[in-house]
């Protein structure tokens, strides 16, 4: 899963990262292995993980004050979730020429190997221009390996949504929306998640605890009747 802050500069950032604070939380909950690749980038591996967040791809909107503001207006600020299935590098037509790869130390924690030694990676396809960036792993080769994985997943993604463009059902389909398209609202004067493809409205604290198994089956639900 990817992180991205829209428009609003500190804030967006900031709401970024309690996005995947609540998905972090709810995959814990789920009993789902939690994998920090970069600061804006996770992989939850477990059971189903794919089948049950497919659908959380999109713009997540936040009304909120935000702690930076004095005089107590609230603000709106976007953030934008992208959740890429796990493929296989081989089940993809990766060309090892066209991926560039540079390196770097990894910094924080990990021990002096990792801060002195350039372990993390940054992988860019340079027909599209896709980047991959990882720092997990303690070794430059595991981080390339693990790079080339979630490559591959955003190079099946690209033509997953064209192919879904060319037969003119990426906005009828749930699960490939727009990655542009507003599906969520949260809204803490409220303290109300609102999403708005099933019209229907959640408790925010819940939400953002990770409580989001009834508001995910609902999801599906719909899905499974279009």
């Known amino acids: 899963m990817e992180f991205r802050p829209g428009p609003g500069g ?3 950032t900031l709401w970024a990262g ?3 604070n609540m998905y972090s939380r709810f995959a814990n909950k789920t009993g789902w292995k939690i994998t920090t690749l970069d600061d804006d980038t996770i992989q939850i591996s477990g059971f189903d993980v794919y089948e049950q967040l497919k659908f959380e791809t999109g713009t997540h909107r936040v009304q909120r004050i935000p702690t930076t503001e004095k005089k107590g207006r609230i603000h709106t600020s976007t953030a934008s979730v992208v959740v890429y299935p796990q493929i296989n590098s081989k089940d993809v037509q990766l060309n090892p020429s066209d991926v560039e790869m540079t390196a770097s130390r990894a910094g924080g924690k990990g021990g ?4 002195k030694v350039s372990t993390a990676v ?3 396809h340079k027909p599209t221009g896709i980047t991959v960036s990882v720092r997990q792993e303690r070794s430059q080769q595991q981080n390339r390996e693990l790079g080339m994985q979630i490559l591959a997943s955003k190079l099946w993604q690209t033509e997953e949504e064209k192919r879904l463009s060319t037969l003119k ?3 009828s389909k749930l699960g490939h929306g727009d990655r542009s398209e507003k599906i ?4 803490y004067a409220r303290n109300q998640v609102k999403d708005h493809r099933i019209n229907k409205s959640f408790n925010l604290d819940q939400i953002l605890n990770g409580d989001l198994t009834d508001m995910l089956l609902e999801l599906s ?3 499974d009747l279009e």
């Open 184 to 187: 969520r609202t949260y809204n």
């Open 122 to 124: 940054r992988l860019t």
């Open 221 to 223: 639900v719909l899905n």
């Open 10 to 12: 500190d804030e967006a």
């Open 169 to 171: 059902s990426a906005r």
């Open 18 to 20: 309690d996005l995947q």
């Open 112 to 115: 002096q190997n990792v801060n």
